[in-house]
């Protein structure tokens, strides 16, 4: 079994930034994708950002090109997503997600609120 342990978001004026962590623990296939989705009220959850676990080969949504960056520690057991300028539209929650694509298996966290409001 795998656990997602989020941490970070919140409340956060527009053009500020946020940081949020999502830790894996458990029983975690070398080979995944860890990242981040998100949804909004009324709409679809989206794909954020992703990265691999071997040779970090990342996807962003083009929405936030050039203001998110994600990034995973050494462990890969950690994946961060820094959130610069930061737009209203960017107003959800998100989730972590860990994919380990050679069992078709998708874990998610429990969700964290990121609000950018004025």
């Known amino acids: 079994q795998v656990q997602l342990a989020e941490s970070g978001g919140g409340l956060v004026q527009p053009g500020g930034s946020l940081r949020l962590s999502c830790k894996a623990s458990?029983?975690?296939?070398?080979?995944?994708?860890m990242g981040w989705y998100r949804q909004a009220p009324g709409k679809e959850r989206e794909l954020v950002a992703r990265m691999s676990s071997v040779a970090n080969r990342i996807n962003y949504t083009d929405s936030v090109q050039g203001r998110f960056t994600i990034s995973r520690d050494k462990t890969k057991s950690t994946v961060y997503l820094q959130m610069n300028s930061l737009k209203p539209e960017d107003t959800a929650v998100y989730y972590c997600?860990?994919?380990?694509?050679?069992?078709?298996?998708?874990?998610w966290g429990q969700g964290t609120q990121v609000t950018v409001s004025s």
């Open positions: 997600n860990l994919e380990v694509p050679r069992f078709g298996r998708d874990y």
């Open positions: 458990g029983n975690i296939f070398p080979y995944n994708f």
